[in-house]
């Protein structure tokens, strides 16, 4: 495939993450960020979210499997994973941990729990939604092309 | 895990670059994402994720950084925990964030101490910002002392300038053991506690002057001032302010003779801080490196404008400021009457001043001007300073304008009223203005002050011209002797205190809160009124006022 080609292909894929709410301006902001003194700054920031998102919902299934729930505990991990979810523009996530964190004020349990699925589902579709973007990025980049830049009107 | 640690030495020609950040953040992907966007603004980041860690690195290095940015939600201490701490052991800005905005949340971010809170997902161009905390607290650390020093100065750096009564001298005398032992403090320790505050000493600035005879003053600048000078601790910044005050004060002193009032001196700097003590933002002259972009709802621009050193000033302070020094007059019977407070005790005997005052080089160009909100449009009086007030207060301040006012030096532009000559007396009122951090002349008392400025100023011209003399100059402004002569009839010049400050801009002594200067060259006057009196509301930059206020001095007056 030509690097033409990969680019538009890029260019649109990135622009219907948008469209769909997985990522917000956030994630523009980020790009924005990353220069040639780091040319893998979105990479490498995108991993660290996935590493810790990963932990935090496994602390999350645990937390909720307990017999008597500390929804304290609960709300703490969901509020870092919204704080993470913010920093890399998953919109999609964020929106779940916002309504999970109210299930846990009122110390819903089912609440909780149908959040805690939900925020599973839309963290492994933005995760699989980015890695694929990445990989369009690599192959633009393996061709010799540049990545292009998204305008937004963000 | 301190990702990095940059140390340097405190502020340097470019501030805000080089401006040392501290992040604390248990989330990786935040500090990542904050270390990329601070270093993009040119500040020197240091990251960390407990706030004991935090805590440590800034106890460690007492002075290694100027502000700490950190998450409400850390896992080892709580975040406002560690806003307290490193409010009362360092006294450095803090800034909270969080991804949770409940205004509780943020209310109590603030009542602990937050200079600002940001919620999450961070922009960049909220970064960019946080250098003007730095600022802010630098200035409002070295107001109090200032105020002190500056009264003190007046009193006796200006013997040569009458003082109405003996009382001016006594009291100015007695201060003056106080503030010598301070000065010889600072000057012995020029890194303490208050960074980046140099006190001009009579001694430091006779260097200062000599230098400047030296090189000539056409050719004049603060790094060649500073070679000469040969003083070791202290930086070029510093000499820069400090020139671009005497250029300031040296149109003060032409025009006016000022006078520092002791009583309200005295009161001032007992702390009853009412008095809005002028604040300049000393640029460096030579450089220009600093500008600021003032923006504030009240004035939204500040034009600093260049005005010819001969034309007729105004000087805005009610009171009579002794040379080279600004200094308000506080009517206002409940606040100390500061008066003014003279720049830093850093102008020498008046000789000198006259001295500097014919620097040529230095650009009168840049005056600020203040729009006062009411106005429809800016207020130029001559060089045009309009003043900008909070709502509300706005008139009594344009009043005083005179018009054909010499524009004040660009640098400390202190808002002193004085009458001139066929000037106008501006007075910093600013009574209402106590609360904002920065206030220019605010119209203290404005309320209920008619608020035709234009109206008023010209009025006030031809007023003041019998106004002016014998009791404005070169004496002591008082407050009854302006209230005749307040344009709006009773305005009393509100415990404003114009003073030079000398020093680096971190000495001034401007209430500069959320002053965000864009194109000031040189300094601004920012009339700060003592908020502290009231248990400070602090407004955020936002609430900012333009506070500069230029005055020009009437060199007629004292010609």
Same mark, same amino acid.
């Given at each position: 495939m030509e690097v033409v080609q990969i680019q538009r292909r890029l260019v649109d894929y990135t622009k219907s993450l948008f469209m769909e709410g997985f990522l917000d301006g956030q994630f523009l902001q980020l790009q924005q960020l990353q220069d040639e003194s780091n040319p893998d700054f979105v990479v490498e920031v995108v991993s660290l979210f996935f590493d810790d998102s990963e932990k935090l919902l496994n602390e999350l299934t645990i937390a909720l499997d307990q017999p008597n729930v500390d929804f304290k505990k609960v709300d703490g991990h969901v509020h870092q994973l919204k704080g993470s979810s913010s920093s890399i523009g998953a919109q999609r996530v964020k929106n779940v941990c916002i309504a999970f964190r109210n299930f846990c004020e009122v110390q819903n349990i089912e609440g909780c729990l149908t959040c805690l699925q939900q925020v599973k589902q839309e963290y492994y579709l933005v995760k699989n939604k980015l890695e694929t973007l990445f990989r369009l990025e690599q192959q633009i980049v393996a061709s010799g092309g540049s990545i292009p830049m998204i305008e937004m009107g963000f | 895990m301190v990702v990095e640690t940059c140390f340097s030495s405190p502020r340097t020609d470019a501030f805000p670059a080089g401006l040392r950040v501290l992040v604390v953040d248990d989330d990786r992907t935040w500090s990542k994402i904050l270390e990329k966007m601070l270093k993009k603004c040119f500040y020197e980041v240091t990251t960390c994720c407990l706030a004991r860690e935090a805590l440590n690195l800034l106890r460690e290095r007492k002075d290694g950084y100027d502000i700490v940015i950190s998450d409400v939600n850390m896992p080892d201490l709580d975040g406002f925990k560690l806003l307290e701490h490193v409010g009362l052991e360092m006294d450095l800005p803090v800034i909270m964030m969080s991804v949770d905005g409940e205004t509780r949340r943020v209310m109590k971010g603030v009542q602990h101490g937050a200079c600002d809170y940001l919620l999450k997902p961070i922009r960049m161009k909220e970064l960019r910002n946080i250098w003007q905390h730095v600022f802010r607290k630098k200035i409002h650390e070295v107001r109090d002392i200032e105020i002190i020093h500056m009264t003190r100065s007046g009193s006796e750096l200006f013997d040569d300038v009458h003082f109405l009564d003996g009382q001016d001298t006594t009291s100015g005398r007695k201060r003056k053991d106080a503030d010598n032992k301070h000065s010889d403090k600072d000057l012995g320790d020029p890194s303490s506690t208050k960074k980046a505050r140099v006190v001009w000493t009579v001694d430091l600035h006779q260097k200062f002057v000599k230098a400047v005879n030296q090189i000539g003053f056409d050719k004049v600048g603060p790094k060649k001032i500073l070679d000469l000078m040969n003083?070791?601790?202290? &930086?070029r910044e510093n000499v820069a302010s400090h020139l671009q005050a005497a250029e300031g004060r040296r149109h003060e002193k032409l025009c006016i003779g000022m006078k520092h009032s002791d009583s309200s001196t005295k009161d001032s700097t007992a702390g009853s $801080?009412?008095? +809005?003590s002028m604040n300049v933002m000393q640029d460096n002259m030579s450089n220009g490196s600093f500008s600021f972009s003032v923006s504030n709802s009240c004035a939204p621009n500040v034009d600093l404008k260049g005005h010819e050193g001969d034309r007729k000033g105004i000087t805005s302070g009610p009171m009579a400021e002794s040379r080279g020094t600004f200094s308000t007059n506080i009517p206002d019977p409940r606040k100390a009457k500061s008066l003014q407070i003279s720049s830093d005790h850093s102008l020498g005997p008046v000789d000198s001043v006259v001295n500097m005052a014919s620097f040529s080089s230095f650009s009168w160009n840049e005056i600020p001007e203040i729009q006062f909100k009411q106005e429809d449009e800016p207020l130029q009086l001559d060089d045009g300073f309009n003043q900008q007030s909070l709502p509300g207060l706005p008139h009594r301040m344009l009043t005083e304008y005179l018009q054909p006012a010499v524009s004040v030096s660009p640098g400390p532009s202190i808002t002193e009223k004085v009458a001139t000559s066929g000037g106008i007396e501006v007075k910093p009122r600013c009574d209402k203005y106590r609360s904002n951090h920065i206030k220019h002349s605010c119209p203290t008392e404005a309320v209920g002050e008619s608020h035709t400025l234009n109206n008023q100023v010209f009025e006030l011209i031809s007023t003041t011209s019998s106004v002016k003399s014998p009791d404005i100059i070169p004496n002591r402004l008082t407050e009854s002797e302006f209230s005749p002569r307040n344009l709006n009839e009773g305005v009393v010049v509100e415990d404003l205190q114009l003073c030079w400050l000398q020093g680096d801009c971190y000495a001034m +002594? !401007? $209430?500069?809160? $959320?002053?965000?200067? &864009?194109? !000031?060259n040189n300094a601004a006057m920012i009339p700060e009124t003592p908020f502290h009196l009231y248990d400070e509301p602090r407004f955020d930059h936002e609430h900012l006022f333009d506070p500069t206020e230029y005055y020009t001095i009437d060199q007629g007056l004292f010609a």
């Amino acid at each position: 495939m030509e690097v033409v080609q990969i680019q538009r292909r890029l260019v649109d894929y990135t622009k219907s993450l948008f469209m769909e709410g997985f990522l917000d301006g956030q994630f523009l902001q980020l790009q924005q960020l990353q220069d040639e003194s780091n040319p893998d700054f979105v990479v490498e920031v995108v991993s660290l979210f996935f590493d810790d998102s990963e932990k935090l919902l496994n602390e999350l299934t645990i937390a909720l499997d307990q017999p008597n729930v500390d929804f304290k505990k609960v709300d703490g991990h969901v509020h870092q994973l919204k704080g993470s979810s913010s920093s890399i523009g998953a919109q999609r996530v964020k929106n779940v941990c916002i309504a999970f964190r109210n299930f846990c004020e009122v110390q819903n349990i089912e609440g909780c729990l149908t959040c805690l699925q939900q925020v599973k589902q839309e963290y492994y579709l933005v995760k699989n939604k980015l890695e694929t973007l990445f990989r369009l990025e690599q192959q633009i980049v393996a061709s010799g092309g540049s990545i292009p830049m998204i305008e937004m009107g963000f | 895990m301190v990702v990095e640690t940059c140390f340097s030495s405190p502020r340097t020609d470019a501030f805000p670059a080089g401006l040392r950040v501290l992040v604390v953040d248990d989330d990786r992907t935040w500090s990542k994402i904050l270390e990329k966007m601070l270093k993009k603004c040119f500040y020197e980041v240091t990251t960390c994720c407990l706030a004991r860690e935090a805590l440590n690195l800034l106890r460690e290095r007492k002075d290694g950084y100027d502000i700490v940015i950190s998450d409400v939600n850390m896992p080892d201490l709580d975040g406002f925990k560690l806003l307290e701490h490193v409010g009362l052991e360092m006294d450095l800005p803090v800034i909270m964030m969080s991804v949770d905005g409940e205004t509780r949340r943020v209310m109590k971010g603030v009542q602990h101490g937050a200079c600002d809170y940001l919620l999450k997902p961070i922009r960049m161009k909220e970064l960019r910002n946080i250098w003007q905390h730095v600022f802010r607290k630098k200035i409002h650390e070295v107001r109090d002392i200032e105020i002190i020093h500056m009264t003190r100065s007046g009193s006796e750096l200006f013997d040569d300038v009458h003082f109405l009564d003996g009382q001016d001298t006594t009291s100015g005398r007695k201060r003056k053991d106080a503030d010598n032992k301070h000065s010889d403090k600072d000057l012995g320790d020029p890194s303490s506690t208050k960074k980046a505050r140099v006190v001009w000493t009579v001694d430091l600035h006779q260097k200062f002057v000599k230098a400047v005879n030296q090189i000539g003053f056409d050719k004049v600048g603060p790094k060649k001032i500073l070679d000469l000078m040969n003083v070791p601790w202290l &930086t070029r910044e510093n000499v820069a302010s400090h020139l671009q005050a005497a250029e300031g004060r040296r149109h003060e002193k032409l025009c006016i003779g000022m006078k520092h009032s002791d009583s309200s001196t005295k009161d001032s700097t007992a702390g009853s $801080g009412l008095h +809005n003590s002028m604040n300049v933002m000393q640029d460096n002259m030579s450089n220009g490196s600093f500008s600021f972009s003032v923006s504030n709802s009240c004035a939204p621009n500040v034009d600093l404008k260049g005005h010819e050193g001969d034309r007729k000033g105004i000087t805005s302070g009610p009171m009579a400021e002794s040379r080279g020094t600004f200094s308000t007059n506080i009517p206002d019977p409940r606040k100390a009457k500061s008066l003014q407070i003279s720049s830093d005790h850093s102008l020498g005997p008046v000789d000198s001043v006259v001295n500097m005052a014919s620097f040529s080089s230095f650009s009168w160009n840049e005056i600020p001007e203040i729009q006062f909100k009411q106005e429809d449009e800016p207020l130029q009086l001559d060089d045009g300073f309009n003043q900008q007030s909070l709502p509300g207060l706005p008139h009594r301040m344009l009043t005083e304008y005179l018009q054909p006012a010499v524009s004040v030096s660009p640098g400390p532009s202190i808002t002193e009223k004085v009458a001139t000559s066929g000037g106008i007396e501006v007075k910093p009122r600013c009574d209402k203005y106590r609360s904002n951090h920065i206030k220019h002349s605010c119209p203290t008392e404005a309320v209920g002050e008619s608020h035709t400025l234009n109206n008023q100023v010209f009025e006030l011209i031809s007023t003041t011209s019998s106004v002016k003399s014998p009791d404005i100059i070169p004496n002591r402004l008082t407050e009854s002797e302006f209230s005749p002569r307040n344009l709006n009839e009773g305005v009393v010049v509100e415990d404003l205190q114009l003073c030079w400050l000398q020093g680096d801009c971190y000495a001034m +002594n !401007f $209430g500069l809160q $959320g002053f965000d200067c &864009t194109e !000031f060259n040189n300094a601004a006057m920012i009339p700060e009124t003592p908020f502290h009196l009231y248990d400070e509301p602090r407004f955020d930059h936002e609430h900012l006022f333009d506070p500069t206020e230029y005055y020009t001095i009437d060199q007629g007056l004292f010609a």
